[in-house]
């Protein structure tokens, strides 16, 4: 039975065409146009007006406008020739609800004028001889009921397929939209990647390059002291690998990874690790913090600790051999201070002009997109006294 059912859905035309057969039988079933009521009793007028509107119910769903001008025509062709109402007229009801579902906005109001006018004028042609004025109007009331269901019913289909159009138009416009987002945060979780990936190697590298350096002048006057800075550029390569290939395997595509295979994201805690390398590399760092340590968001401490590492990154770069830095963390009761200060040279007037961008790299640009990300706000810039400060306020709420 289901299969019969999706047949007959796929296939709308040939199911109009039987009822047309049908339609076509019935009439001639009843007889004469003179035989139904009122008319002419000839054949030659009878049978093409019939065949045509069974045409009608045919062809009404390919051509649902012409179909209706047909039945227009043939029924001011009836009132003319004065061809009667047959059983093949029901066609006309047909076609004003076909219209009314799928046919054009004229169409349909053509077919609204029709429905309200057609029982009025074969009332008029072919008058009931017996009955009077009120029973006259109320077969003219009862006749025309039927045509106006019918538009009202059509038109009533027609705007709940347009509602639902519009549901599934606007489901398929939130699923492109929850698709681009998707994308979007992909592209978004790529650049911190990305970020992330400069920062380590910004910071790791920088470190290997003064102790190599250092490992080199010493390594005739004091092996023990080259052999100290060997051991820690060994460390610190191992850890940059170890960061890079976490990063690199969240960046590839088709391959799903345990995630204990990663390492964790830095924290706030680790910052004091971060300053003892750098002080084991020959960079006098002094490290202190105020206020009550507690557990911040993850966002926040990953922030906090970039723009240390990044920092004292630049502290290396440039401020010179003999600079030396200050880290403050201070707890608040909204949020977390950082304060990132050296005595050095201070760095180009190019690393915090003009966005930040000295040619070389884009340290400052870093920091300032990773604490717009958490809705902070970042301070760089030359001390008066010489040096550099870089002072960062993250707020513990997240931004909108």
């Known amino acids: 039975m289901q299969r019969l059912y999706d047949f007959l859905r796929r296939h709308p035309t040939q199911v109009d065409c039987f009822w047309a057969v049908v339609l076509f039988g019935i009439t001639a079933a009843a007889g004469t146009a003179g035989q139904d009521r009122g008319g002419t009793d000839s054949m030659a007028l009878l049978v093409p007006v019939v065949a045509l509107l069974c045409l009608v119910i045919a062809l009404r769903r390919l051509m649902p406008e012409k179909m209706l001008v047909l039945a227009a025509v043939l029924g001011v062709a009836q009132l003319v020739l004065n061809v009667g109402v047959t059983a093949a007229d029901f066609a006309l009801l047909v076609i004003v609800y076909t219209v009314a579902v799928m046919g054009a906005r004229w169409a349909s109001r053509l077919a609204l004028v029709m429905s309200l006018s057609a029982a009025t004028l074969a009332q008029v042609r072919w008058p009931h001889e017996h009955a009077s004025v009120p029973g006259q109007f109320a077969v003219i009331v009862f006749q025309t009921v039927p045509f106006a269901l019918a ?13 639902f159009a519009q549901l599934e138009e606007r489901n398929a416009r939130l699923e492109k939209e929850r698709e681009a987002q998707a994308k979007f945060a992909v592209a978004a979780e790529r650049a911190r990647i990305a970020r992330e990936l400069h920062d380590v190697v910004a910071h790791n590298v920088s470190v290997m390059v003064v102790q190599a ?3 080199a002048y010493v390594l005739d006057a004091a092996p023990d002291q080259a052999k100290k800075a060997l051991e820690t550029i060994s460390s610190t390569g191992r850890q940059a690998l170890a960061e890079m290939r976490r990063l690199l395997g969240v960046l590839r595509t088709g391959e799903h990874q345990e995630v204990g295979e990663y390492v964790p994201q830095p924290d706030v805690e680790q910052i004091e690790d971060l ?9 006098p760092v002094d490290f202190k913090i105020e206020g009550t340590p507690r557990p911040l968001p993850s966002g926040v401490e990953l922030t906090a600790y970039r723009i240390v590492q990044e920092a004292l990154t630049n502290t290396r770069k440039h401020g010179g051999p003999d600079a030396g830095a200050n880290v403050r963390l201070v707890y608040f009761d909204d949020g977390l201070g950082l304060l990132v200060e050296d005595d050095g040279k201070g760095a180009p007037h190019e690393l915090y002009e003009e966005g930040g961008a000295d040619g070389q790299g884009h340290g400052l640009i870093g920091m300032r997109e990773r604490v717009g990300m958490v809705g902070g706000t970042l301070d760089a810039g ?3 006294g010489g040096g550099f400060r870089i002072s960062v306020l993250l707020p513990l709420k997240p931004a909108h």
């Open 151 to 163: 538009w009202v019913l059509g038109d009533s289909i027609r705007t709940r397929r347009a509602y």
């Open 213 to 215: 350096d250092g490992a």
């Open 275 to 283: 300053v003892q390398q750098c002080r084991g590399s020959g960079l």
């Open 382 to 384: 030359p001390r008066p």
